[in-house]
């Protein structure tokens, strides 16, 4: 990935992380209030869509916990409703995209964090981030066709960075 910034220097502000809104998510209406934390800390939005998710895609993108009793149910639930996919670029956005949702465990999770502030139980956590940059790399190539993640330019970008 190689965006510039001010000075035409290659920057490291151009990590992209895969943010996902689940089905209890769009259902209770969050989806706006997911995207306005992302854009209001400072981060950019490069992809966004809405789908019904196969199950094939699910059980790529959980492949990691196959093995976990809640695989099934956590596939099946996932592929119960539309999900909004997006991919948010910005200095360590991986990292702080996942301190913005909380823990995995709602009940583990501080007020001001997503899943602090709008969730309760564990297989109705609202919404997913990747855990590295690899893990977001690879989740935006299962998730989004090349030429639906954009590359433009922040016109805002001299106002968040110094
Ligand atoms: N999950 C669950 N029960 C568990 C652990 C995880 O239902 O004991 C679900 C939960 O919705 C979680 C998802 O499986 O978000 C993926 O698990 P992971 O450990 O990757 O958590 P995450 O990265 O989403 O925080
Ligand atoms: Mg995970």
Redesign the pocket.
């Known amino acids: 990935l190689s965006t510039t910034n001010e000075s035409g220097a290659m920057s490291k502000n151009a990590e992209r992380t895969y943010i996902m809104v689940?089905p209890d998510g769009v259902q209770r209406g969050l989806v706006g209030n997911i995207i306005s934390r992302f854009e209001k800390r400072g981060y950019q939005l490069c992809g966004l869509k809405m789908r019904t998710a196969s199950r094939e895609l699910l059980e790529e993108h959980?492949g990691?916990?196959k093995s976990?009793p809640?695989f099934p149910?956590?596939v099946n639930f996932m592929m119960s409703g539309p999900v909004v996919s997006m991919v948010w670029q910005g200095k360590d956005v991986v990292k702080q995209g996942r301190s913005m949702?909380g823990?995995?465990d709602p009940l583990k999770s501080k007020p001001g964090s997503i899943r602090g502030d709008f969730c309760i139980d564990?297989?109705k956590?609202v919404c997913?981030?990747s855990?590295s940059v690899d893990t977001a790399n690879e989740e935006i190539k299962m998730w989004f066709k090349d030429d639906e993640v954009m590359d433009y330019k922040l016109t805002a970008y001299k106002d968040i960075y110094e």
């Open positions: 689940k959980y990691d916990l976990k809640f149910g956590l949702l823990e995995t564990m297989g956590n997913h981030g855990d």
